[in-house]
């Protein structure tokens, strides 16, 4: 970007996305800098600001008036300043105040660190700016950038901003607890938590931010003031006064007339010079007046109360929170005493989501106020907010203890108490407290592990889940890089690449999760983290202050501003539940931390100094102590073991003997220089060693000391040169010191070469140099420079040696240093330079010369230490000309002999033996060598090779070995499978139990200690040898068996699967994935998903309930959806089964066939349920077709007889004066009458059969349903005798209705049971007796009904010769009953054949009979089902030609009767009544004849019993009927029928046409007039109708009817349809009642009747009001 000079700036330092998408005006300034100086940063946070020392820019020229050039602006800038110049849209003024604050000058009257209001010309926009400084790019050290963010604020009324001045004072808020996260929680940066917003009983004004300056800045900014205090003293009057008038205007406007006080000419003269005070004054102040205390205030007591509405109002609706704290010491003023309270807590006001009320103190008073005439007027009340002097003093107090208590902790320990002891003081503002020291483990990548220890707390309960005492944790470290070129400026870590342009507090919210602190997220960041709702966390927690525990808490990390690395200690702070964690709270919590962390950095500092001295001070007092008494405890024993040895090798021994004597005195002399080596390193390091130097020819000391080595080398089969370079000149050396350098030389190199080349070589330049070249196996380069360190052991050595100490060339170095000369090594290793290895070794002293010192024995201590270290090596590699292991062997089977019988070693078991000693291995070899075979290694790799090749029974290893020592041999034989059991046990001279621990846990069976017992180590290594036989074969056994399951488990049909007690699955078959569908390297355990949706989310359930429940077992079956196999499958829980057990094991069959067959039964299901209801189709058509054609020859026939009777009667009847009818027309009339009379029995019985075959479709089907009701008894049985009453008459039968004598005795007249299946098989039964008796001499037929109150006996169904009587009669309701009737005919009788035969379905008895006298066969099977449905049994007795008797029992009770039963005819047979319902057959047909029933009779015949037609009700003259009848024949008898009973009506064909003729009567009926059509009355409708059917159609008049649109029709179904589902069903589609084909006429008349007399109810309670 170019400037308007034509400089080129380049922005690239500037954030510009950043600011783009700020959401305030913002842009950048060019200002000045200090030249000769770098810039000074300071951090606020995550601000960065520079300071600029030069006045003058060469960017923008000298200038009268500083202007620095906008050099960038945002879209939001250039539109509010519509894209003019900066010194176009403010004043010159305020812009020469902007470019000073820009600047950081602080004479501008506003710090640097504040925010600048703006105010635009013309505009009534106000902006509060904030300032950043950022280095130009590249950098300049004469301008910078000064990026400048805002937020907009408004210009306020005067009153409105005392009133916002006042409420940011007091800190409320109704928000969030705490300030939004993207602003500033510092004072000096944006408005805090407790500033953004008012809360309940607050003014409700906007706040401004704290920072800024002007008349809305906070309290603790009043000592920084932008305007002189001249200046600001006359602006503070002027808008006290215009508050004052506005305090006055609001009186004036309040109509006080409407309260309590009266209107304002009222008020006694001394109240506005009240108001005129408090409306003047700076303090809270306010007047209760009246008896309701109404409040009138100034503009400073409004931020306290909801402003403006309680102006004016009772003080009781503004202070009702603390009413009940007020209302006392108000009734005190009332009384005229003044009360006084000092920083009172009052919790009136309300902040949060929740509307907790806020910690408030006040220091107030209450003054009366009296009128002339001593009478109460009011309160004045003045009110001081000290809630920041309260809550400052009790934090100071805190920082202050706090501060004493750090200052004397020396530990760490003290440090965690003391910080408990003092914050657990303050319970206000620290509810509950825990501290977590923080110490690192080890990083790994770019992750830290640190450990996490809880060292003290307060206020939570021991083991509480939130705060467990050790917790492990990775932190992502953290560097300086991270943060980008500007990183040497920063002074935070909280920077990052916006914040670091951008206000805000570094405070990161965090909401809880789970029952754990975001710790992590505290050491990641290195700053507060706030935990906005802790209440989980924290449940159970003792409430320590106010009346419940606190919402939030904040994590705090303990750690320096400036500092990167990870915090030393955490710790949680639980947060005042009644305070906003506004600013002062955040900046109380950031001085704790400060201190805190500068705290523990001393004492931390201060434990690290005191143990390093401790340390140093414990290691040199052991280290002297040890020096001091090693000469002592090592030499003397030694020598004590030395001289004693020698003196027997002197003696006759025999050649064992010898052999492990002399094993014995070389070893202890290698102990001896062992020995000396550690004392002359003593003496080196006590500086107590001095060289006695003589002139020396260097060649020949050299070629002789190299002579001493050649048979070692020689036998090790390595090439050995000495080269001299020959000169004359003499060296200077101490000939012992230079010998055990060169020795040791030589010696080293023997250790680390196992073939080439040894050279020894002397050359002259300024120094004498011996170099001993070698082709060993090297030194790596990361060991190069240690090899010299005293203790370093090299981990490439071939030959042990003189290694146990690692103290030959440090001793080497050390003596070269005496002669002022160095050590030099060079070394290649075959890895790290292309398989060339081999070392030099380089010891060069100065050719000067130096003080002579004359040893009188000097030339007889030469080469005695070069041939020690010759001989030693020696015994690294075995003589092979040396043999002595016969004599060996037979010393040691010798001495063994007495062992040998608890021993079970065989003589094919195997030891390989890994030491690099050759004289530990010869004497282990020894101990074994007669019970086994004894295999030698001299390094684990070598072991490892033989153990591999060829396997042992036992290993016995050195711990400390070349190229690999003893535990890296475990290690690797344990992780290869072909040698993980052999048993392995350690010799070690390493003593204490790490490292006897350490070989077990790797896995060795045994840890020997050097020295040990012989027998000792045959007696273990002979335990472990047998042990690991047996171990090796039951693995053997193991695996085979294991291989066997495996795939018996592999090959099995059946899925088998393996899971852990967690039920996490851990082995699966081949079955178990093909069945589920699973490939072989998917995860098993997603099995559950692969599985239908529903059955998922049970057999979760089901599952978790398995692992947590007692059950066994459970059993569960499933749908695969992957392969769509059904199978089952068992689960069994191992532990449950076995204690020592784990885990489950299930089991998995493919069921999908038995699905299959299940589908199979379903379908077979479905069609049987299909046929049924094919079936119940056929009954309904069937009973619907019979009944039909059936109803109408009955009616036809019936109406033609009732006509031709009329007309016999008439012709028969007439006079001499009428018609004369002749004798064959009055015959030919009779005849006619009796053919009809043969139609209708006709009609009667296809009616019957009709009936039987429904009710044995019912029975089939398990339709048949009973229906108790009340049923009159006598009522009952006449009507059915009625029913037969013609046709007895017809066929000359005697039918007698006959009551026994047990209905009298027990006053029996109702009973509750099903009268229609009660009277089928009565009818039947008379129906079957009436065939069967047509043709007999004598014609009887008697129907007797008895009832007992005991059941009959099981084998009969006969009258109990008691029948159980009760004493009181009549019985009680419910009181069991049994019912018996029997039917005796006079019939020609059944044979035993017939009668076994004749309850059975479709049964006769013989094949005669169908043919003789007709029926179906199902009567009497129907008969026998019903009465076993009523809880009863029938039976037959009958005799050929004696006739037949039918008597059956079925189970019912008594209803009681309200009064005594009064019987109408005496005991006895009596005739009944002809009847019928019109559910039931049919009525008899008038009779030619009328007969007349007396009282008196005791018998009647069937003649007696029929009538005429009855006649018609009474009332129904009037009625308008609609018949819906789709059967022509049916309609037109039905139609004739009604007319003739003196009714109208009219037809419809179906239900259709029925709703065309029903909407036009009720229209023309609402219509009205003299031609209306009437409205139908009743309506009856057939149910199976073309067009339109009945149960269609009464749903449309129903529907009709419950808009309005219809009035109440009446409609009675008339079917066919006899089942009760179908009446069942018509009813509930809205039919009044149901009438079943055929009919009897005069019951449907009396429906009709009664229909009529229900609507006109039913119109009369609709017109009711």
Same mark, same amino acid.
């Given at each position: 970007?170019?400037?308007?000079?034509?400089?080129?700036?380049?922005?690239?330092?500037v954030?510009?996305?950043?600011?783009?998408?700020y959401p305030?005006?913002a842009f950048?300034l060019?200002?000045?800098?200090?030249?000769?100086?770098?810039?000074?940063?300071?951090?606020?946070?995550t601000?960065?600001?520079?300071?600029?020392?030069?006045?003058?820019?060469p960017?923008?020229?000298? *200038?009268t008036?500083?202007?620095?050039?906008?050099?960038?602006?945002n879209?939001?800038?250039?539109?509010?300043t519509?894209?003019?110049p900066?010194?176009?849209c403010v004043?010159?003024?305020t812009?020469?105040?902007?470019?000073?604050?820009?600047?950081?000058?602080?004479?501008?009257?506003?710090?640097?660190?504040?925010?600048?209001r703006?105010?635009?010309?013309?505009s009534?926009?106000?902006?509060?700016?904030?300032r950043?400084v950022?280095?130009?790019?590249?950098?300049s050290?004469?301008?910078?950038?000064?990026?400048i963010?805002?937020?907009?604020?408004?210009?306020s009324?005067?009153?409105?901003?005392?009133?916002?001045?006042?409420?940011?004072?007091?800190?409320?808020?109704?928000?969030?607890?705490?300030?939004d996260?993207r602003?500033?929680?510092?004072?000096?940066v944006?408005?805090?938590?407790?500033e953004a917003?008012t809360?309940?009983?607050?003014?409700?004004?906007?706040?401004g931010?704290?920072?800024?300056?002007g008349?809305?800045?906070?309290?603790?900014?009043?000592?920084?003031?932008?305007?002189?205090?001249?200046?600001?003293?006359?602006a503070?009057?002027?808008?006290m006064?215009?508050a004052?008038?506005e305090?006055?205007?609001?009186?004036e406007? %309040?109509d006080? @007339?409407?309260?309590?006080?009266?209107?304002?000419s009222s008020?006694s003269?001394?109240?506005d010079?009240?108001?005129? %005070?408090?409306?003047?004054?700076?303090?809270q102040d306010?007047?209760?007046?009246?008896?309701?205390?109404?409040?009138i205030?100034?503009?400073?007591?409004?931020?306290?109360?909801?402003?403006?509405?309680s102006?004016?109002?009772?003080?009781k609706?503004?202070w009702?929170?603390?009413?009940?704290?007020? @209302?006392?010491l108000?009734?005190?003023?009332?009384?005229g005493?003044?009360?006084?309270r000092?920083?009172?807590?009052l919790?009136?006001e309300?902040?949060g989501p929740?509307?907790?009320?806020?910690?408030?103190?006040h220091?107030?008073r209450?003054i009366?106020i009296?009128g002339?005439?001593?009478r109460f007027?009011?309160?004045?009340n003045?009110?001081?907010d000290?809630t920041?002097?309260?809550l400052?003093?009790?934090?100071?107090g805190?920082?202050?203890?706090?501060?004493?208590?750090?200052?004397?902790?020396?530990?760490?320990?003290e440090?965690?108490?003391?910080?408990?002891?003092?914050l657990?003081?303050?319970r206000?503002?620290?509810?509950?407290?825990?501290?977590?020291?923080v110490?690192?483990?080890?990083?790994?990548?770019?992750?830290?592990s640190v450990?996490?220890?809880?060292e003290t707390?307060?206020?939570?309960?021991e083991?509480?889940?939130?705060?467990?005492?050790k917790?492990?944790?990775?932190?992502?470290?953290?560097?300086?890089?991270?943060?980008?070129?500007n990183?040497?400026?920063m002074s935070s870590p909280t920077?990052?690449?916006?914040?670091?342009?951008?206000?805000?507090?570094g405070?990161i919210?965090h909401?809880?999760?789970g029952?754990?602190?975001?710790?992590?997220?505290?050491?990641?960041?290195?700053?507060?983290v706030i935990?906005?709702?802790?209440?989980?966390?924290?449940r159970?927690y003792p409430?320590?202050?106010w009346d419940?525990l606190?919402?939030?808490?904040?994590?705090?990390?303990?750690?320096?501003?400036t500092?990167?690395?990870?915090?030393?200690?955490?710790?949680?702070?639980?947060?005042n539940?009644r305070?906003?964690?506004?600013?002062?709270y955040d900046?109380?919590v950031?001085?704790?931390r400060?201190?805190l962390?500068?705290?523990?950095?001393?004492?931390?500092?201060?434990?690290a100094?005191?143990?390093?001295?401790?340390?140093?001070?414990?290691?040199?007092?052991?280290k002297?102590?040890?020096?001091?008494?090693?000469?002592?405890?090592?030499? =003397?024993?030694?020598?004590?073991? =030395?001289g004693?040895?020698?003196?027997?090798?002197?003696?006759?021994?025999?050649?064992?003997?010898?052999s492990a004597?002399?094993?014995?005195?070389?070893?202890?002399?290698?102990?001896?220089?062992?020995?000396?080596?550690?004392m !002359?390193f003593?003496?080196?390091e006590a500086?107590?060693v001095?060289?006695?130097?003589?002139?020396?020819?260097?060649g020949a000391?050299v070629?002789?000391l190299?002579a001493?080595?050649?048979?070692?080398?020689?036998?090790?089969?390595?090439d050995?040169?000495?080269e001299?370079?020959?000169?004359d000149?003499?060296?200077?050396?101490?000939p012992?010191?230079?010998?055990?350098?060169?020795?040791?030389?030589i010696?080293?190199?023997?250790k680390?070469?196992?073939?080439?080349?040894?050279?020894?070589?002397?050359?002259?330049?300024?120094?004498?140099?011996?170099?001993?070249?070698?082709?060993?196996?090297?030194?790596?380069?990361?060991?190069l420079g240690?090899?010299s360190?005293?203790f370093?052991r090299a981990s490439?050595?071939i030959?042990?040696?003189?290694?146990g100490?690692?103290?030959?060339?440090?001793l080497? $170095?050390?003596?070269?240093?005496l002669?002022?000369?160095?050590?030099?090594?060079s *070394?290649?290793?075959?890895?790290?330079?292309?398989?060339?290895?081999?070392?030099?070794?380089?010891?060069?002293?100065p050719l000067?010369?130096?003080?002579i010192?004359?040893?009188p024995?000097?030339?007889?201590?030469?080469?005695a230490?070069?041939k020690?270290?010759?001989?030693?090596?020696?015994?690294?590699?075995?003589?092979?000309?040396?043999?002595? *292991?016969?004599?060996?062997? *037979?010393?040691?089977?010798a001495?063994?002999?007495r062992l040998?019988?608890?021993?079970?070693?065989?003589?094919?078991?195997?030891i390989?033996?890994?030491?690099?000693?050759m004289?530990?291995?010869?004497?282990?070899?020894?101990?074994?060598?007669?019970y086994c075979?004894?295999?030698?290694?001299?390094?684990g790799?070598?072991?490892?090779?033989?153990?591999?090749?060829s396997?042992?029974?036992?290993?016995?290893?050195?711990?400390m070995m070349?190229?690999?020592?003893?535990?890296?041999?475990l290690t690797?034989?344990?992780?290869?499978?072909?040698?993980k059991?052999?048993?392995?046990?350690?010799?070690?001279?390493?003593t204490?139990?790490d490292?006897?621990?350490d070989?077990?846990i790797?896995g060795?069976?045994?840890?020997?200690?050097k020295?040990?017992?012989?027998?000792e180590l045959?007696?273990?290594?002979h335990?472990?040898?047998?042990?690991?036989?047996?171990?090796? $074969?039951?693995?053997?056994?193991?695996?085979?068996?294991?291989?066997?399951?495996?795939?018996?488990s592999d090959?099995?049909?059946?899925?088998?699967?393996?899971?852990?007690?967690?039920g996490a699955?851990?082995?699966?078959n081949?079955?178990?994935?093909?069945?589920?569908?699973?490939?072989?390297?998917e !995860?098993?355990?997603?099995?559950?998903h692969?599985?239908?949706?529903?059955?998922?989310?049970?057999?979760?359930v089901?599952?978790?309930?398995?692992l947590?429940?007692?059950?066994?077992?459970?059993?569960?079956?499933?749908?695969?959806?992957?392969?769509? $196999?059904?199978?089952?499958?068992i689960?069994v829980r191992?532990?449950?089964?076995?204690p020592?057990?784990?885990?489950?094991?299930?089991?998995?069959n493919?069921?999908?066939?038995?699905?299959?067959?299940?589908?199979?039964?379903?379908?077979?299901?479905?069609?049987?349920? @299909?046929?049924?209801?094919?079936?119940?189709?056929?009954?309904?058509?069937?009973?619907?077709?019979?009944?039909?054609?059936?109803?109408?020859?009955?009616?036809?026939?019936?109406?033609?007889?009732e006509?031709?009777?009329?007309?016999?009667?008439q012709?028969?009847?007439?006079g001499?004066?009428g018609?004369?009818?002749?004798?064959?027309?009055?015959?030919?009339?009779?005849?006619d009458?009796e053919?009809l009379?043969s139609?209708?029995?006709?009609g009667l019985?296809?009616e019957?059969?009709?009936?039987?075959?429904?009710?044995?479709?019912?029975?089939?089907l398990?339709?048949?349903?009973?229906?108790?009701? @009340?049923?009159?008894?006598r009522k009952e049985?006449?009507?059915v005798?009625?029913?037969?009453?013609?046709?007895?008459?017809m066929?000359? %039968?005697d039918?007698?209705?006959?009551?026994?004598?047990? %209905?009298?005795?027990?006053?029996?007249?109702?009973?509750?049971t099903?009268?229609v299946?009660?009277?089928?098989v009565?009818?039947?039964?008379i129906?079957n007796?009436i065939?069967?008796?047509?043709?007999?001499?004598?014609?009887?037929?008697?129907?007797?009904?008895?009832?007992?109150?005991?059941?009959p006996?099981?084998?009969?169904?006969?009258?109990?010769?008691?029948i159980?009587?009760?004493?009181?009669?009549p019985?009680?309701?419910?009181?069991?009953?049994w019912?018996?009737v029997?039917?005796?005919?006079?019939?020609?009788g059944?044979?035993?054949?017939?009668?076994?035969?004749?309850f059975?379905?479709?049964?006769?008895g013989?094949?005669?009979?169908?043919?003789?006298?007709?029926?179906?066969?199902?009567?009497?099977?129907?008969?026998?089902k019903?009465?076993?449905?009523l809880?009863?049994?029938i039976?037959?007795?009958?005799?050929?030609g004696?006739?037949?008797v039918?008597?059956?029992?079925?189970?019912?009770?008594?209803?009681?009767?309200?009064?005594?039963?009064?019987v109408s005819?005496?005991?006895?047979?009596e005739?009944?009544?002809?009847t019928s319902?019109?559910?039931?057959?049919?009525?008899?047909s008038?009779?030619?004849?009328?007969?007349s029933a007396?009282?008196?009779?005791?018998?009647?015949?069937?003649?007696?019993i029929?009538?005429?037609g009855?006649?018609?009700?009474?009332?129904?003259?009037?009625l308008?009927?609609?018949?819906?009848?789709?059967?022509i024949?049916?309609?037109?008898?039905?139609k004739?029928q009604?007319?003739?009973a003196?009714l109208?009506?009219?037809?419809?064909?179906?239900g259709?046409e029925a709703?065309?003729?029903?909407?036009e009567?009720?229209?023309q009926?609402r219509?009205?007039g003299?031609?209306?059509?009437?409205?139908?009355d009743v309506v009856l409708?057939?149910?199976?109708?073309?067009?339109m059917?009945?149960l269609?159609?009464i749903?449309?008049?129903?529907?009709?009817?419950e808009?309005?649109?219809l009035r109440?029709?009446m409609?009675i179904?008339?079917?066919?349809?006899?089942?009760?589902g179908?009446?069942?069903?018509?009813?509930?589609?809205?039919?009044?009642?149901?009438v079943?084909?055929?009919?009897?006429?005069?019951?449907l008349?009396?429906?009709?009747?009664?229909?009529?007399?229900?609507?006109?109810?039913?119109?009369?309670?609709?017109a009711?009001?």
């Open positions: 970007m170019t400037s308007k000079h034509g400089d080129v700036i380049d922005l690239a330092a954030p510009t996305s950043y600011l783009e998408a305030s005006p950048v060019v200002i000045p800098v200090s030249s000769g100086a770098r810039p000074r940063l300071i951090s606020r946070d601000d960065i600001t520079v300071r600029h020392y030069e006045d003058t820019s960017l923008s020229g000298p *200038s008036r500083r202007t620095n050039p906008l050099v960038w602006a879209e939001k800038w250039l539109q509010l519509e894209g003019r900066l010194e176009d004043e010159w003024i812009q020469d105040q902007l470019q000073s604050w820009a600047e950081g000058d602080e004479a501008s009257g506003v710090p640097a660190d504040a925010t600048f703006l105010q635009l010309r013309s009534p926009i106000m902006l509060n700016l904030a950043t950022v280095p130009l790019s590249p950098p050290s004469t301008h910078a950038f000064c990026v963010t805002s937020q907009r604020d408004r210009v009324t005067p009153l409105d901003q005392l009133v916002q001045d006042k409420a940011r004072s007091s800190t409320a808020s109704t928000g969030s607890y705490f300030a996260p602003t500033s929680l510092s004072t000096d944006g408005p805090s938590a407790s917003g809360g309940a009983g607050t003014a409700g004004a906007e706040l931010s704290t920072g800024s300056y008349v809305g800045r906070s309290s603790r900014a009043k000592s920084k003031r932008r305007i002189r205090p001249s200046e600001h003293q006359a503070t009057q002027e808008l006064h215009a004052a008038e305090c006055w205007r609001r009186v406007e %309040i006080w @007339e409407s309260t309590s006080l009266g209107p304002r008020w003269e001394v109240v010079p009240i108001l005129s %005070i408090v409306f003047q004054s700076k303090t306010t007047v209760w007046l009246g008896d309701d205390l109404r409040l205030y100034n503009v400073p007591y409004a931020a306290l109360v909801d402003h403006p509405r102006f004016g109002r009772p003080a609706e503004s009702g929170p603390i009413w009940e704290y007020l @209302e006392p108000l009734e005190q003023v009332r009384r005493i003044s009360v006084y000092d920083n009172d807590l919790l009136f309300r902040f929740e509307g907790t009320f806020m910690e408030r103190y220091t107030w209450y009366p009296i002339v005439d001593n007027m009011g309160i004045f003045q009110s001081i000290t920041e002097t309260v400052a003093e009790r934090r100071l805190t920082v202050r203890e706090l501060s004493e208590h750090m200052l004397v902790a020396r530990t760490a320990r440090y965690f108490s003391s910080l408990g002891q003092v657990s003081q303050n206000t503002d620290v509810p509950f407290f825990l501290c977590y020291s110490d690192q483990q080890g990083q790994s990548g770019p992750q830290i450990e996490v220890t809880l707390s307060v206020g939570v309960p083991n509480h889940p939130s705060a467990p005492s917790m492990t944790i990775s932190v992502p470290a953290r560097s300086r890089a991270q943060f980008g070129s990183a040497d400026r920077l990052s690449a916006i914040s670091a342009l951008s206000s805000g507090s405070r919210y909401s809880a999760e029952s754990s602190w975001p710790i992590l997220k505290a050491l990641a960041t290195r700053q507060c935990v906005d709702d802790c209440r989980d966390l924290i159970g409430v320590r202050q419940r606190p919402n939030a808490a904040i994590v705090v990390p303990i750690c320096g501003d500092s990167l690395d990870i915090p030393e200690a955490v710790m949680i702070l639980g947060l539940v305070r906003p964690f506004d600013a002062d900046n109380w950031h001085v704790i400060a201190h962390a500068s705290s523990l950095t001393s004492v931390k500092a201060n434990e100094e005191s143990k390093r001295l401790e340390d140093n001070a414990r290691m040199e007092k052991a002297s102590s040890w020096f001091r008494g090693a000469a002592h405890d090592l030499r =003397s024993p030694l020598t004590l073991i =030395s004693p040895l020698d003196d027997v090798l002197d003696s006759t021994l025999s050649p064992n003997q010898r004597l002399t094993t014995a005195k070389r070893n202890v002399d290698r102990l001896m220089r062992l020995v000396n080596a550690l !002359d003593s003496r080196l500086g107590r001095e060289g006695r130097f003589v002139p020396t020819d260097l000391f070629s002789e190299a001493v080595f050649r048979p070692a080398v020689e036998r090790m089969k390595i050995y040169s000495v001299i370079q020959p000169t000149k003499l060296v200077y050396i101490d012992t010191l230079f010998e055990t350098v060169v020795s040791n030389l010696g080293n190199a023997l680390y070469t196992e073939s080439g080349s040894i050279t020894v070589r002397l050359t002259y330049d300024e120094f004498a140099k011996v170099s001993v070249i070698d082709t060993g196996v090297g030194i790596p380069r990361e060991e240690n090899v360190e005293w370093h490439t050595a030959h042990s040696g003189t290694q100490t690692g103290l030959g060339l440090a080497a $170095k050390e003596l070269l240093h002669h002022e000369g160095e050590l030099l090594v *070394s290649k290793t075959a890895a790290e330079n292309d398989g060339i290895h081999g070392s030099v070794f380089t010891a060069q002293i000067t010369p130096k003080i010192t004359t040893e024995d000097a030339a007889q201590k030469f080469g230490y070069g020690a270290v010759a001989t030693e090596a020696l015994r690294w590699v075995r003589d092979p000309d040396a043999d002595s *292991s016969s004599d060996a062997a *037979s010393e040691s089977q001495g063994s002999s040998s019988d608890g021993l079970m070693f065989e003589k094919t078991d195997t390989l033996l890994v030491d690099d000693n004289d530990m291995r010869e004497y282990i070899k020894k101990i074994f060598s007669s075979k004894v295999i030698e290694a001299t390094n790799e070598e072991a490892l090779e033989i153990a591999i090749k396997r042992p029974d036992l290993i016995l290893s050195d711990f070349p190229k690999m020592n003893g535990l890296d041999l690797a034989l344990r992780e290869d499978e072909r040698t059991i052999i048993p392995f046990i350690m010799l070690s001279a390493v204490g139990d490292a006897r621990v070989a077990l790797m060795a069976e045994d840890y020997l200690p020295p040990f017992k012989p027998k045959l007696a273990r290594g335990l472990h040898l047998q042990v690991g036989k047996k171990r090796a $074969k039951l693995e053997k056994l193991y695996a085979e068996r294991e291989m066997e399951i495996a795939l018996l090959y099995c049909p059946s899925g088998i699967m393996r899971a852990d007690a967690q699955i851990t082995y699966v081949r079955a178990w994935r093909e069945c589920a569908g699973l490939v072989n390297d !995860d098993p355990n997603t099995w559950i692969l599985v239908e949706g529903a059955t998922m989310n049970r057999m979760l089901e599952w978790k309930q398995f947590e429940g007692d059950a066994k077992d459970i059993r569960m079956s499933w749908k695969w959806t992957s392969t769509g $196999k059904t199978v089952s499958g689960f191992l532990d449950l089964v076995s020592g057990m784990s885990g489950i094991l299930g089991c998995l493919d069921i999908s066939y038995e699905e299959e067959r299940l589908l199979d039964a379903e379908k077979r299901r479905i069609e049987a349920e @299909e046929s049924r209801h094919q079936q119940e189709l056929l009954i309904d058509l069937t009973s619907h077709e019979i009944r039909t054609p059936v109803s109408a020859i009955l009616q036809c026939s019936s109406l033609v007889k006509n031709v009777v009329a007309l016999y009667s012709l028969k009847w007439a001499a004066a018609f004369k009818p002749t004798k064959e027309l009055l015959d030919d009339l009779e005849e009458i053919a009379e139609i209708y029995q006709c019985v296809q019957r059969i009709a009936g039987d075959v429904l009710s044995l479709a019912r029975i089939q398990d339709m048949l349903s009973l229906h108790a009701i @009340e049923t009159d008894l049985a006449r009507k005798i009625g029913v037969f009453a013609s046709e007895a008459k066929k000359k %039968i039918l007698v209705l006959d009551f026994g004598e047990t %209905i009298d005795m027990s006053k029996i007249t109702t009973i509750d099903d009268p299946r009660l009277g089928q009565v009818t039947n039964l129906s007796a065939r069967f008796t047509a043709t007999s001499d004598v014609r009887k037929i008697t129907v007797r009904y008895d009832v007992s109150f005991l059941p006996s099981d084998d009969t169904c006969a009258l109990p010769s008691s159980g009587l009760p004493a009181d009669l019985v009680k309701q419910d009181t069991p009953l019912l018996f029997s039917v005796r005919d006079t019939g020609p059944l044979g035993p054949k017939e009668l076994a035969m004749l059975k379905r479709f049964s006769q013989n094949k005669m009979i169908h043919t003789r006298y007709g029926g179906s066969g199902l009567g009497l099977f129907i008969c026998r019903i009465t076993e449905l809880g009863g049994r039976e037959v007795q009958s005799q050929l004696q006739g037949s039918f008597r059956f029992f079925v189970k019912t009770s008594a209803v009681a009767s309200p009064a005594a039963v009064s005819t005496p005991a006895g047979r005739s009944p009544t002809p319902i019109a559910t039931t057959a049919a009525t008899p008038p009779s030619l004849t009328a007969a007396t009282s008196s009779a005791t018998s009647m015949s069937a003649s007696d029929v009538t005429t009855s006649p018609p009700p009474d009332g129904i003259a009037d308008h009927i609609l018949i819906v009848e789709d059967n024949i049916n309609q037109t008898v039905l004739r009604i007319t003739k003196g109208t009506c009219d037809v419809a064909n179906n259709l709703l065309s003729l029903i909407n009567a009720d229209r009926a219509r009205g003299a031609g209306a059509r009437k409205p139908y409708m057939d149910l199976e109708m073309p067009v059917d009945g269609t159609a749903k449309e008049i129903r529907a009709a009817e808009t309005g649109i109440r029709n409609v179904a008339l079917t066919g349809n006899a089942r009760q179908q009446i069942d069903q018509a009813l509930a589609a809205g039919m009044d009642d149901v079943i084909k055929p009919y009897v006429l005069s019951n008349l009396k429906k009709i009747k009664a229909m009529s007399a229900r609507k006109a109810d039913l119109e009369r309670a609709r009711s009001p």
